[in-house]
């Protein structure tokens, strides 16, 4: 059965369960982008853009709520700060910088 694969703009836990989270190299979660197939999660625009510029793939905006499958592989793009004023989130920043994360998500431990 193949996994389920979703991209998200944040590191969350949207299901209880055992998450394993490392952070990956821009170079890494591109090849990651470009082979795997996978059902957006961002939610910001200026974040999908900056994520089709680096893969070449359009990133659909998608609010909904992410339910996750036992066995599901996160790719988390994320900025690397968090902002000191709420009201700027969802704004175009200037410069933002991201990080890159990949998780894998189990209902129950083996």
């Given at each position: 059965?193949?996994?389920?694969?979703?991209?998200?703009n944040?590191?969350?836990?949207?299901?209880?369960g055992?998450?394993?989270?490392?952070?990956?190299s821009?170079?890494?979660?591109?090849?990651?982008?470009?082979?795997?197939?996978?059902?957006?999660?961002?939610?910001?625009?200026?974040?999908?853009?900056?994520?089709e510029?680096?893969?070449?793939?359009?990133?659909?905006?998608?609010?909904?709520?992410?339910?996750?499958?036992?066995?599901?592989?996160?790719?988390?793009?994320?900025?690397?700060?968090?902002?000191?004023?709420?009201?700027?989130?969802?704004?175009k920043?200037?410069?933002p910088?991201?990080?890159?994360?990949?998780?894998?998500?189990?209902?129950?431990?083996?």
């Amino acid at each position: 059965m193949k996994k389920q694969v979703v991209l998200l703009n944040s590191s969350m836990m949207p299901a209880p369960g055992h998450y394993v989270l490392e952070q990956v190299s821009e170079k890494k979660f591109v090849e990651l982008l470009k082979s795997l197939d996978f059902e957006s999660f961002i939610g910001y625009p200026q974040t999908a853009k900056h994520l089709e510029a680096l893969c070449g793939k359009k990133i659909k905006i998608n609010r909904a709520q992410t339910v996750l499958e036992n066995e599901a592989i996160l790719l988390i793009c994320k900025l690397k700060y968090r902002l000191q004023d709420p009201s700027k989130k969802g704004q175009k920043l200037q410069d933002p910088e991201f990080e890159y994360l990949v998780a894998t998500y189990e209902r129950t431990r083996k």
